[in-house]
């Protein structure tokens, strides 16, 4: 019985959570009360995150920031010249304006997600806003989105993840981060207004070759991604006419230009261009959809919120995040008819999951990722978080991880596979060499964290290393080098 | 404000050798002669009788059998080894340390230890550096207790503070570069645990075949008591792939402490020293490292070498018979050095009660005759002047009955 809950403690802790703090194991009597209550109140932490700019702080900020570089450039005649730096390097002044704007807000942006990650007294729900921010990923290797990724996870995915998806799915697509990342922003309808005053002055202008005025038409980037990865998934019943007529209907759906922002008074970084959008009524998946503007793509995601293959789709991640790599179809299927059944509700959605036997079955395990891992020892090792993110940010990347950096619209990976080769295990120990040196010294007991931290899952053999080690710091090594560090169980 | 220790907690990881431009100007005036300390532990136990080997002491080569080494010639241990005077040599693998020791500026210590003779390594550690009779005795380090009575800077080359440096004094600390360098005691350690995890076991046996070059991995593992067969054997190893991290600490210790308003004293520390198994070729190899490391800080130090005294020091020696494994257990007395342009060396010291039958302590150790703080306390003495009664009271609380040693520095600090 003891053991059970023992069990099943730490899996909530470690499986479900963020990796477990001295003495979580201990504390959580009733693991799936404790994993309950936390998505039914709002996730812990908030005041880290309280004081960061908004993404229209951001974009109004980038407008004058992109001003004063265009003015620099035109000065110079189009490439202005290094000049050194405080340590000699030559400096890009189009970057340096770029770098003293931003760069400290792009450092406290780092260092608040990474204290938050380290601190938080609810680890499954930041567990979940990690999860679905990597469900709608915005990679930061795109210039114009690099600003965006992390007030994105903030203003879209922190107000939603425990409420109705249909609201999750219509934050994040209007969010400036993913309109950019996914080039929704410059999407113009064919037919639309200015589409065709752009053609009219295109004719005019046929004569001229120094610079001929911006082509515009549509971009079904956003339109395909909401379809395959954000909703139905790659292999739901959809067709390439359903894509371009969905992003027909997301036509319109953009962003303040720079002018507009410091002249208008905005609530968001988000503004629906009626003079962009495709007029006429669409047909998606069977359905039709009159032309009501902005409400028309609006519609579309309402249903597509609700579609079957989206609740399987949903379910599907959700467990594979949560349970295994391959997770039971038994528990898939509940889960999806759970979801349709509540009209796409997500509390209702981690319920299930979190009640079903299967989630706490011994076959249920995950490989942490590298951020998961490098969480998890910062955590339980109560390794400050300084004033830089660098040491942090740098083992990310070199772990293969680099936070909100996936390259791609897809996300990090979710399984085992791709994250176990044999430089990345190397890595790992070199890693947790690292880590390790940071872990406070004084009072240090490393085989009672290690306890503390792994529960029944620590074995004999590795508590055996870690008593046989020259140093605390060496038997710390030990213990977030192990296998069983690198599954959460 | 930003203070010193921001610039250089900003600096961080993979900083290297640019934050030694970033030392900032010091507000305080330097106090006596301007001499310098820098403590080097290395944790894990090293083995004194191996890096100084008593090779003239007539119970040495066969208690030490195959780890036995020999001015005469190599041996089943390594080259032949450095010969000091008629009963110490030095490893082979300390050729500067050597010279060092020709010149004068190299001090060995036999049969040291802690107070604490209890052969456990964090506690011995503890004790190393509370500077008390126990591992318990106190909460805070001699070094930051000494910092405080000399009102100098002090630099901890470390990420988090060591207990030797902890205390309500304010020390400095400089992040190394993330370790590249994963010691082979560590593998020796990792790899049973990692050939029972199905999934992991092949990435791990991959990875370590991948960074096969380093020759030190396969020294640790293909020692016959391993017994591992993890298939390493035929594979090139042109050179190590990764850097060891020793030497270059050191450099970093010698350019901090080159500066004229760089710190007073400095702390240091490295790993891998607790040689269970397999021990000639890892302390041929670590050994090297530390060689490399006095080169390395001799060379960044050189203004202020003459005016520096290393202290090397470690939790215990090791047994005096080898175990099982080709390697030796926890034991009591061990090896020092001082190393350094004011050091009085050239000669061995530590009073030497041998390994003939019925010296050992316990039948296993050797016999402790110098406590370490005896030497900590004759180098802040002498050369750092401080008093002894500072030094008896609250440095090193409750150790009047420990004299500082004598004759380990060149004086010039006028009493």
């Known amino acids: 019985m003891d053991s059970d809950r023992s069990r099943a403690a730490a899996s909530a802790v470690n499986r479900f959570g963020l990796g477990a703090c001295p003495g979580d194991l201990a504390r959580v009597t009733d693991p799936p009360a404790w994993l309950l209550a936390q998505v039914r109140q709002p996730p812990g932490g908030a005041p880290l995150i309280a004081d960061l700019p908004t993404s229209l702080d951001y974009l109004r900020r980038e407008g004058v920031v992109n001003r004063k570089r265009r003015e620099l450039r035109l000065e110079s005649g189009g490439a202005p010249t290094k000049a050194p730096g405080p340590d000699g390097k030559p400096v890009n002044p189009l970057a340096e304006i770029y770098r003293q704007e931003f760069g400290d807000d792009l450092r406290r942006e780092a260092v608040a997600r990474w204290r938050l990650a380290a601190t938080t007294d609810t680890p499954f729900a930041e567990r979940l806003v990690r999860f679905w921010s990597n469900h709608f990923a915005v990679s930061v290797d795109k210039g114009p989105a690099r600003l965006y990724a992390a007030p994105f996870e903030r203003e879209a995915i922190r107000p939603h993840w425990n409420g109705r998806f249909v609201d999750l799915l219509l934050a994040v697509e209007t969010h400036p981060a993913m309109l950019r990342y996914l080039d929704q922003a410059q999407s113009v309808g064919p037919g639309s207004m200015l589409a065709r005053r752009a053609d009219r002055r295109l004719a005019r202008r046929a004569h001229r070759e120094d610079r001929p005025p911006r082509q515009l038409g549509l971009n079904e980037n956003l339109a395909r991604e909401i379809m395959e990865l954000h909703t139905l998934g790659v292999d739901a019943h959809y067709s390439q006419r359903d894509v371009t007529e969905f992003a027909r209907a997301l ?103 979190i009640h079903a036997p299967e989630a706490w079955d011994a076959k249920a395990i995950k490989f942490r990722t590298p951020q998961d891992y490098l969480v998890a020892a910062i955590r339980g090792g109560a390794i400050p978080i300084g004033d830089s993110p660098q040491p942090f940010e740098a083992w990310a990347n070199r772990l293969g991880q680099p936070t909100f950096m996936p390259r791609s619209p897809a996300g990090f990976s979710d399984v085992a596979a791709d994250w176990i080769g044999a430089d990345a295990v190397w890595k790992r120990i070199q890693t947790a060499l690292a880590l390790a040196a940071r872990v406070p010294r004084a009072g240090l007991d490393p085989q009672a964290l290690a306890r503390a931290l792994l529960g029944p899952d620590l074995r004999g053999d590795t508590a055996t290393a870690m008593a046989r080690a020259e140093a605390p710091q060496q038997a710390i090594a030990i213990a977030f080098a192990s296998p069983e560090f690198q599954w959460r169980a | 404000m930003t203070t010193r220790r921001q610039i250089l907690a900003m600096l961080g990881v993979g900083a290297g050798a640019s934050a030694l431009t970033l030392w900032p100007t010091l507000t305080r005036a330097s106090t006596g002669s301007d001499t310098r300390l820098l403590v080097l532990m290395l944790r894990g136990g090293l083995d004194g009788l191996h890096a100084i080997p008593p090779y003239g002491d007539p119970g040495y080569a066969a208690l030490r059998g195959p780890l036995a080494l020999s001015p005469a010639g190599p041996t089943a241990a390594g080259a032949a080894a450095l010969k000091l005077d008629a009963i110490f040599a030095l490893h082979p693998s300390l050729a500067f340390t050597a010279l060092l020791y020709a010149r004068g500026e190299c001090l060995p210590i036999v049969a040291a230890a802690p107070p604490y003779w209890g052969r456990s390594h964090f506690d011995a550690q503890d004790c190393v550096e509370n500077g008390t009779a126990s591992p318990d005795g106190a909460e805070t380090g001699w070094l930051n207790r000494a910092v405080g009575a000399l009102h100098v800077d002090g630099l901890s080359l470390t990420t988090v503070m060591p207990l030797m440096m902890r205390g309500p004094v304010k ?26 995890d199905p999934r992991l076991a092949r990435a791990f046996a991959e990875a370590i075949a991948q960074q096969g070059g380093d020759a030190s991995v396969e020294e640790a593992m293909d020692g016959p008591a391993m017994g591992m067969g993890m298939g390493m054997g035929g594979k090139a190893k042109p050179h190590p792939p990764i850097g060891a991290q020793l030497p270059g600490l050191m450099r970093a210790a010698g350019e901090f402490f080159a500066r004229a308003d760089g710190p007073r004293i400095g702390f240091l520390e490295d790993y891998g020293w607790d040689t269970h198994a397999n021990q000639a070729p890892i302390l041929t190899r670590k050994l090297k490292e530390l060689d490399d490391g006095f080169a390395a800080f001799h060379a960044a130090s050189t203004p202020v070498w003459g005016r520096t005294v290393v202290i090397v020091v470690t939790e215990f020696g090791r047994t005096a018979r080898i175990n099982g494994t080709s390697g030796t257990d926890h034991g009591t007395g061990g090896g020092m050095f001082l190393v350094g342009g004011a050091v009085q060396g050239g000669r061995v010291a530590g009073e030497w009660s041998g390994m003939a039958p019925g010296r050992l302590y316990q039948n296993r150790d050797i016999l402790a005759t110098t406590d370490q703080r005896a030497v900590f306390k004759g180098v802040l003495a002498r050369h750092l002047g401080l008093a002894e009664g500072v030094l008896a009271t609250s440095v090193f609380p409750n150790s009047a009955k420990v004299a500082p040693g004598e004759g380990l520095v060149r004086t010039r600090v006028a009493a």
């Open chain 2, 171 to 196: 020390v400095n600390s400089w992040s190394p570069p993330l370790p590249m360098q994963v010691g082979p005691i560590l593998l020796q350690r990792l790899e049973p645990l990692y050939g029972d």
């Open chain 1, 251 to 353: 036509t319109g759906w953009s962003m303040p230009y720079p002018g507009q922002l410091d002249r208008g008074d905005f609530d968001s970084g988000f503004l629906y261009r009626a003079a962009a959008h495709e007029p006429g009524t669409r047909t998606v998946m069977g359905r039709r959809y009159e032309d009501t503007g902005f409400d028309q793509a609006r519609a579309i995601l309402a249903d597509l919120a609700v579609h079957p293959a989206t609740a399987r789709h949903l379910s599907l991640q959700l467990a594979r995040h949560l349970v295994a790599d391959d997770p039971p179809a038994s528990l898939v299927d509940r889960m999806a008819a759970v979801y349709l059944r509540s009209g796409g509700d997500l509390p209702a959605l981690y319920a299930e999951l």
